[in-house]
C-alpha cells in the first residue's frame, strides 16, 4: 500500500496497483477519481515509538494531493432513452420470434 501511495504523491508515471491484492482491489479509490480517506493509526508507548514515527511521517507524506480531480459527465437522459429504444427494439424482435415458430 506505501508503494502506492508514494507514487501517486510523487506523480509517478508507473503505479505498481498489482503489487498487493489490496492495492488491486482499490484501485479506482486510491487513484481514481473519489475522495478517499487515510487514519493513521498511531500509540503512545514508548515500545512503540519507532512505529508510531514512521507512522506519522507516512500520513504526513500521503496527505498531500495526489492527483486532480474531475467531475464525472454523462448525458443520462439521452443514456436511458437509448436504453429504451434498445429494450422496444428486443421485444419486436422476440414477438416476431414467437410468430413465426
Known amino acids: 500500500f506505501g508503494k502506492v501511495i508514494m507514487a501517486l504523491a510523487a506523480g ?4 505498481p496497483y498489482r503489487d498487493s491484492k489490496l492495492t488491486f ?3 479506482n479509490s486510491i ?3 473519489s475522495k478517499t480517506f487515510l487514519i ?3 500509540g503512545a508507548s514508548p515500545r512503540t515509538q519507532e512505529e508510531t514515527l514512521s507512522t506519522l511521517k507516512f500520513a504526513s507524506f500521503a496527505k498531500r494531493p495526489m492527483m486532480h480531480v474531475s467531475r464525472n459527465l454523462t448525458n443520462r ?3 436511458v432513452e437509448d436504453l429504451k429504444l434498445e429494450i422496444h427494439k428486443l ?3 422476440l414477438a416476431r420470434g414467437r410468430w413465426q415458430s
Do not use: M, P, R
Open 12 to 15: 509517478s508515471k508507473h503505479v
Open 25 to 27: 482491489l482499490l484501485k
Open 31 to 33: 487513484g481514481g477519481n
Open 40 to 42: 493513521a493509526n498511531i
Open 77 to 79: 437522459d439521452a443514456t
Open 91 to 93: 421485444k419486436q424482435l
